[in-house]
């Protein structure tokens, strides 16, 4: 059992490249997010989704686009990249929005130069 | 806004020192609450929630957490630390109704324990 699996782990992009980063999870969850973290601000929340083709904005939206085609699968994607944008990004998915835990993924981390 | 209050950006422990973290939510309301802990280089790990009942809950790795609804804290605590506690810990909550089980995280506690 796989949990949440994100792909890449690792990528370096240079300013204006786009990317797209992919979450998938196989424990049948409805809810699916997507965070970046940041040294000293703890986790943020970019976008999210609470169910297949359904996804909304989270805290810091600017700059990601997201797609939930699928319910296993949530797509964060970046146009095009600015340094800002250098961060570890997380991905999560939980079976509903409330009194439930959520499993997180592994991570990617992306380098702007 | 809603926002998470994590009092220590770093604690420095003694093996076998008593451990305790604070953590502050914003304002009332119904809550779950979490902490997560990161161990260098890999994801979040869920070490305890609350979602109702006994305020005093019990985790993994011998970590226990005390909600207290009046001063709106979830802080941490565990008797004794070990060196492999060495981690980043984050409390999270979410609020009932508002965004969707969003969790809000704090900007996590840095725990160093010398061996």
């Known amino acids: 059992n796989a949990g949440v699996t994100q792909t890449p782990k690792f990528r370096v992009l240079k300013t204006g490249q786009s990317m797209t980063l992919l979450c998938a999870q196989d424990m049948n969850h409805e809810y699916m997010y997507w965070y970046r973290q940041d040294p000293g601000m703890g986790l943020r929340l970019i976008h999210y989704?609470?169910?297949?083709?359904?996804?909304a904005k989270g805290e810091v939206p600017d700059g990601y686009n997201v797609s939930r085609l699928k319910k296993q699968n949530f797509l964060l994607g970046l146009e095009s990249a600015a340094p800002s944008q250098t961060s570890v990004y997380f991905c999560?998915?939980?079976?509903?929005?409330?009194?439930?835990?959520?499993?997180f993924g592994q991570g990617t981390r992306l380098t702007v130069v | 806004a809603q926002s998470v209050s994590q009092h220590n950006h770093h604690v420095i422990l003694s093996e076998a020192a008593s451990l305790e973290l604070g953590c502050n939510y914003s304002y009332g309301g119904t809550v779950n609450l979490f902490w997560y802990v990161q161990y260098p280089g890999q994801h979040l790990q869920l070490l305890l929630k609350y979602f109702s009942g006994d305020p005093l809950v019990k985790g993994i790795k011998g970590f226990e957490a005390e909600f207290i609804k009046s001063k709106f804290s979830f802080n941490l605590r565990k008797p004794s630390v070990q060196w492999s506690d060495t981690a980043e810990y984050f409390c999270?909550?979410?609020?009932?109704?508002?965004?969707?089980?969003?969790?809000?995280f704090g900007k996590g506690t840095k725990l160093s324990v010398k061996p």
């Open positions: 999560a998915s939980s079976f509903r929005g409330w009194n439930t835990e959520a499993f």
């Open positions: 999270a909550v979410t609020y009932y109704g508002g965004s969707q089980g969003n969790l809000i």
């Open positions: 989704s609470v169910g297949e083709g359904t996804t």
